[in-house]
Structures are given as C-alpha cells and as structure tokens.
C-alpha cells in the first residue's frame, strides 16, 4: 500500500496498543476509510474496509491461510467488506467484522443504487464487486466461506 515508512515505524513486537502504537492510529492510510466513511471517524484512524471472521472465512483463526486452502477459488470468496459506520475499526487492532451467520449482512456499508442498495466486496481474487442487497443470506455464506464445498459461479 505504498506506506513502508509508516510500516517501519510500527512496533511489531508490541500489542497494538501499546504506547508507541497508538500514537500510529490517527495516520491510518486513507485507503483504509471508505468515502461512505465520516470524517470524523477517518480522522480517529477508524478503517470501514474490514476483513469477514467467521467458520469457513479466510479468517477464521489466528494462523494464516495459503491459497491452497482456499478450495471453492479465490474468485469465489469474499476477503474484504465494507463496513458500516458502527461497525469501523481501529486500523492497526486486530478486530475485524464478526459474521453472524444468521444476520450475515449485518454491519455492512449499503449503497443506493437506482431503486436498490448494494454492497461493496473485495474477493481473494482481487476483483471487487457491488453485491445486490437482495442476495440470499445463503448465498453470502458460500461466497464468505473459502472451503465449504460449495463454490458460486454466478451471484
């Protein structure tokens, strides 16, 4: 992200919030911050693009994930989501969006887009993708899941 200054500075052998790294929070790099994001929050080094923890998620413990695990594809999974307001996050914390799997898209950021909303996604592909609001709770949880079996062609 064009930030190994900021990177260096940070104290990796420390907890996020230790005395030195707090003083990093407020120069949280703008591309954390959706536009849909108060500036006021921005200003706090709240990041509105957040990573989905859950079962199944690319995130769903503390190890780190290889692609190979990521059995229903890359293009088939969610890695990044935009985050409403009430559910932005402290930059450099490691706490991201909590999936309830019965109210999956709650905490998401919506969008008006003509008559509907949407919402914005990143998969591990790279590619990023304006979801329908209307999208099945069932199928959200198959495209946030990386290894349930059951990868989406078409959404």
């Not at 591990?124 to 199928?139: I, M, N, W, Y």
């Amino acid at each position: 992200l064009e930030q190994d200054a900021l990177y260096k500075e940070f104290h990796h052998d420390e907890p996020w919030d230790s005395e030195h790294n707090k003083k990093l929070i407020s120069r949280m790099p703008k591309v954390f911050a959706s536009p849909s994001l108060p500036e006021e929050l921005a200003k706090k080094g709240m990041a509105s693009y957040v990573v989905p923890v859950g079962e199944k998620t690319i995130f769903e413990g503390s190890e780190a994930i290889s692609f190979a695990k990521v059995t229903d594809g890359t293009s088939n999974t969610i890695g990044v989501l935009e985050a409403d307001a009430d559910h932005a996050v402290i930059w450099n914390k490691p706490d991201d969006l909590k999936i309830d799997w019965k109210e999956s898209k709650k905490g998401l950021h919506f969008w008006k887009s003509g008559a509907s909303s949407v919402f914005n996604v990143a998969f591990c592909d790279g590619s990023v993708h304006a979801l329908s609001e209307k999208l099945d709770p069932a199928t959200l949880k198959r495209l946030l899941q990386m290894n349930d079996g059951e990868p989406i062609g078409d959404y």
